[in-house]
């Protein structure tokens, strides 16, 4: 199972930017399709976007489309997701998922591991 470790939360105004990165362990990374998934207070924890095995394919929630990429750097062994624009409504803690697998990832239960997350507050 690979272990990941999320970073580049913080506290940014409406409107601004943050780049979070997931961190994995092993040496199989490339055979892992990897997500990014938020939960804000109260809430169920929500899929934001994932990204195929290869990079050549990539998922999101409509609420995030236009504003977020997610990418990955096999050498890094990383996977990122760019945020822009951001609004209040995108405030929670934001987790990384990995799952080795050959299809479309975009439910929790498509995914087994997962980072410890990391909080995004917008301030409005």
């Known amino acids: 199972q690979v272990q990941l470790v999320e970073s580049g939360g913080g506290l940014v105004q409406a409107g601004g930017s943050l780049r979070l990165s997931c961190a994995a362990s092993g040496r199989t990374f490339s055979r892992y399709t990897m997500g990014w998934f938020r939960q804000a207070p109260g809430k169920v924890r929500e899929f934001v976007a994932s990204i195929a095995r290869s990079g050549g394919s990539t998922y999101y929630a409509d609420s995030v489309k236009g504003r977020f990429t997610i990418s990955r750097d096999g050498a890094k062994n990383t996977v990122y997701l760019q945020m822009n624009s951001l609004k209040p409504e995108d405030t929670a803690v934001y987790y990384c998922?990995?799952?080795?697998?050959?299809?479309?990832?975009?439910?929790?239960?498509?995914?087994?591991?997962w980072g410890q997350g990391t909080q995004v507050t917008v301030s409005s």
């Open positions: 998922a990995a799952e080795v697998s050959t299809v479309p990832a975009t439910r929790v239960t498509d995914f087994r591991s």
